[in-house]
């Protein structure tokens, strides 16, 4: 199914597929869950005209799982959250679904959980999505927004799965997600138009969904 040449093909293909969920969905896919059966049947949304298998990935060295959609030709690695080697892992994936015969993974690309692991540990959720990532525009956001959320929701309620948040799809679509200090008011407005014209969310209800969350991230609300 999958027909990427090198990991920029690749990261575009990820990134058109979780473009086209989030256009269908009219909000942002799951990312992370408790039950790695629920990434192919959930948002049912979703799954009732788009169907997806998931199998276990053959010969990885942690708990990873490859949830694929012949009708959207998405392919997605899961891992579970304490897979300390979803690198590796993914190397593995990269290697059997694209065939790309890579004897490791570029110092420029990082493999990155779309689900805080953190968090995700914190909730006791099993598998989190991941996605390859350009190394130097993943790490130019920083880690306040997570690092706070996570402080901040310790005392929550645990669920069984997360949808992709506002802030958190700004970042994996490559804009700068708002400082502590820096609220970005520019990189929010050039989002705001990408989300609308791409993925079919209104600027307003990005606008707003960032405000809550900036919120969020910087009171002890769940205390």
Same mark, same amino acid.
């Given at each position: ?5 090198? /990991?920029? *093909? +690749?990261? =575009?293909? !990820?990134?058109? %597929? ?11 896919? /799951?990312? *992370? +869950?408790? =039950?790695? !059966?629920?990434? %192919? ?183």
């Amino acid at each position: 199914m999958p027909t990427a040449t090198d /990991l920029a *093909a +690749v990261i =575009q293909q !990820e990134q058109d %597929a979780m473009a086209m969920e989030t256009r269908i969905l009219k909000f942002f896919p /799951l990312v *992370a +869950v408790n =039950q790695i !059966e629920d990434a %192919a049947k959930l948002p049912s949304q979703l799954r009732y005209s788009h169907p997806a298998t998931v199998r276990q990935l053959d010969e990885a060295s942690g708990t990873a799982y490859v949830v694929a959609c012949e009708s959207l030709q998405s392919t997605v690695f899961w891992a579970a959250t304490d897979n300390d080697t979803y690198r590796r892992d993914y190397l593995l994936y990269l290697n059997q679904t694209y065939q790309l015969d890579l004897e490791h993974i570029p110092r420029a690309y990082d493999v990155d959980h779309l689900y805080n692991r953190s968090r995700a540990q914190m909730y006791g959720l099993r598998f989190i999505r991941m996605a390859l990532v350009g190394r130097s525009a993943n790490r130019s956001h920083g880690g306040a927004y997570e690092k706070d959320l996570t402080v901040n929701e310790a005392s929550r309620v645990r669920k069984d799965m997360k949808l992709m948040d506002a802030i958190s799809a700004m970042k994996y679509h490559g804009f700068l997600s708002p400082l502590r200090d820096d609220p970005r008011d520019s990189e929010i407005a050039a989002y705001a138009a990408f989300a609308a014209s791409r993925l079919g969310i209104s600027a307003a209800e990005i606008r707003t969904d960032i405000e809550y969350l900036r919120e969020k991230a910087s009171t002890p609300w769940a205390r």
